[in-house]
């Protein structure tokens, strides 16, 4: 089974602080990605990595970074959270493009 | 014309209810498709993959409907257990990544 594991489940945080998420997968998946989920605007794309040392932007990339220095890991950072980035943030993997991914429990990050 | 798009419901049915889902799509080129289920604060997970052919998994039927472009899913015999947001999944107008549409809410009720 894939497992997608992300680095927290709840954060809280203040305007202004830098933040990183981090997810890890372990099916040796060439693709990854970072969504943000928020009520009624359903899943958003923020960056995605094609391999290691890559990154494409997604729609919503503004206010964030991401780092990709291993295969299976990839951070996403909050350079100065503000409280618009209040959302859950999911992390998801797949082995190539057009293949389904699997996705991390997901990070409720809540910016105040 | 959104890239994916899907009738946000909410769909009300009754157990043992037979209940359908069209979902839109806008890449005429793209060759993935899938659904995916999301329960309340949960992660969206692949509920199965979309095939030209079509292609059934107990209860469940998606099609593929390339004229008009849109998929279906097609739950039979609901059951309280498939309350859910059902995600309907294409590709970008790029090709590049996958879309994911806003969802559609079922609620079985007994």
């Known amino acids: 089974d894939v497992k997608v594991t992300q680095s927290s489940r709840y954060l809280v945080k203040r305007t202004g602080e830098k933040v990183f998420l981090e997810c890890v997968q372990d099916m040796d998946h060439e693709n990854m990605f970072w969504y943000r989920q928020d009520p009624g605007l359903g899943l958003r794309l923020i960056y995605f990595s094609y391999d290691v040392k890559m990154k494409e932007k997604g729609d919503i990339p503004e206010g964030y970074s991401v780092s990709r220095e291993k295969k299976e890991r990839f951070s996403l950072i909050l350079e100065s959270a503000s409280t618009n980035q209040t959302s859950m943030y999911l992390c998801a993997s797949s082995f190539n493009s057009g293949r389904e991914q699997y996705f991390g429990p997901g990070t409720r990050l809540t910016v105040t | 014309r959104k890239e994916v798009e899907q009738d946000p419901g909410p769909f009300n049915v009754p157990e043992g209810a037979t209940v359908a889902f069209n979902c839109t799509y806008s890449n005429s080129a793209s060759q993935s498709f899938f659904w995916y289920r999301q329960d309340c604060r949960k992660e969206p997970k692949l509920l199965m993959s979309?095939?030209?052919s079509g292609n059934e998994d107990g209860r469940f039927t998606a099609q593929l409907n390339r004229a008009s472009q849109y998929i279906s899913l097609l739950i039979r015999d609901s059951k309280l257990s498939d309350s859910a947001t059902y995600l309907c999944v294409g590709e970008n107008q790029a090709g590049t990544a996958l879309i994911f549409g806003k969802g559609t809410t079922l609620s079985v009720s007994s």
């Open positions: 979309v095939y030209s």
